[in-house]
């Protein structure tokens, strides 16, 4: 899934090459994104992109006075930029093609979401707000506004493992599972511990490990076109998806727990002292 930094990359790509630029058409492939019927997704055409922003994972594009096209790209979903765009008819259903958007220079994009369970979304909107996902949005930890004192309001009183509440987007908006995986194991932090229960110290490691390593990664992703981000995501993780792989800190093994959907990964020296997490799915098996 694309998190905060991945999707900064794409707020900055498209503010550069596609602020300035008329929106001449849309052409949806999968009604099911789309999210919203008024304003129609018509309504953009003729509209001039006059900016982008991030709000936790969704990218905004401000289009003429009073619209915006805002898109959340999901578990499996992607964006594709053509300095040429394709003149192929998109038939609904039949490609991973959610969304197209041409431009007046004749460039433009496609939102895509692979496999078959689909959660891309796409809203058109006057107000950014009026999305439901941006409305229930918590502070973005890299906001001038987000110091360390901020962020041990949000851990007070919380009986909730502290993995689950760096990915919880009401509490703290843009993290996912990779980057809770990385920030964890840069603040040699089980994924298990309990948030209101951190010390001082251990709420600072954690402040500190999560600024650093999301405005490293922002910072990565920052001047790189579309194609190129997943790569530089995935060269720049040191535990998350990197089960079996060594530790770069410590040459342990590096350890997953699975769940339905996802795993998380650590390493058992650096995060648990040396204790390997049990894997959920192999404890189902045996009851």
């Known amino acids: 899934m694309p998190e905060m930094p991945e999707v900064q990359g794409l707020v900055d790509f498209l503010g550069e090459r596609a602020t300035g630029r008329t929106i001449t058409r849309t052409s949806v492939g999968?009604?099911?994104?789309?999210?919203?019927?008024?304003p129609p997704n018509t309504a953009l055409h003729g509209a001039t992109i006059t900016g982008t922003a991030r709000h936790g994972k969704f990218i905004d594009l401000a289009c003429g006075d009073d619209l915006h096209l805002v898109f959340h790209l999901?578990?499996?979903?992607?964006?594709?930029?053509?300095?040429?765009?394709?003149?192929?008819?998109?038939?609904?259903?039949?490609?991973?093609i959610a969304?197209?958007?041409?431009?007046?220079?004749?460039?433009?994009?496609?939102?895509?979401?692979?496999?078959?369970?689909?959660?891309?979304?796409?809203?058109?909107?006057?107000?950014p707000q009026d999305v439901p996902g941006i409305a229930r949005l918590g502070p973005d930890p890299l906001a001038p506004e987000f110091g360390?004192?901020?962020?041990?309001?949000?851990?007070?009183?919380?009986?909730?493992?502290?993995?689950?509440?760096?990915?919880?987007?009401?509490?703290?908006?843009?993290i996912g599972n990779a980057y809770s995986d990385e920030i964890?194991?840069?603040a040699r932090m089980s994924p298990y511990a309990i948030a209101a229960t951190l010390?001082?110290?251990?709420?600072?490691?954690?402040?500190?490990?999560?600024?650093?390593?999301?405005?490293?990664?922002?910072?990565?992703?920052?001047?790189?076109?579309?194609?190129?981000?997943?790569?530089?995501?995935?060269?720049?993780?040191?535990?998350?998806?990197?089960?079996?792989?060594?530790?770069?800190?410590?040459?342990d093994i590096v350890r997953s727990v699975f769940f339905a959907d996802r795993s998380l990964e650590y390493c058992p020296t650096c995060q648990t002292g040396g204790k390997v997490l049990a894997d959920r799915r192999l404890s189902r098996l045996l009851k």
């Open 30 to 38: 999968a009604i099911a994104a789309l999210k919203t019927f008024d």
């Open 74 to 96: 999901a578990k499996a979903g992607w964006l594709r930029w053509y300095e040429e765009l394709p003149t192929t008819l998109i038939k609904p259903g039949k490609s991973p």
């Open 99 to 127: 969304l197209r958007v041409a431009l007046d220079d004749g460039s433009g994009f496609d939102l895509t979401e692979a496999g078959t369970k689909k959660s891309l979304a796409v809203h058109v909107v006057r107000d």
């Open 148 to 174: 360390r004192d901020v962020f041990a309001g949000l851990l007070s009183g919380r009986r909730m493992q502290i993995k689950g509440l760096l990915r919880d987007q009401g509490v703290i908006a843009g």
């Open 184 to 186: 964890l194991h840069a």
């Open 199 to 251: 010390d001082d110290g251990e709420i600072d490691r954690l402040y500190s490990a999560m600024q650093e390593t999301l405005r490293d990664a922002v910072a990565e992703a920052s001047g790189k076109p579309p194609a190129d981000l997943k790569d530089a995501k995935r060269r720049g993780m040191q535990v998350h998806a990197r089960r079996g792989e060594t530790c770069p800190v410590c040459g």
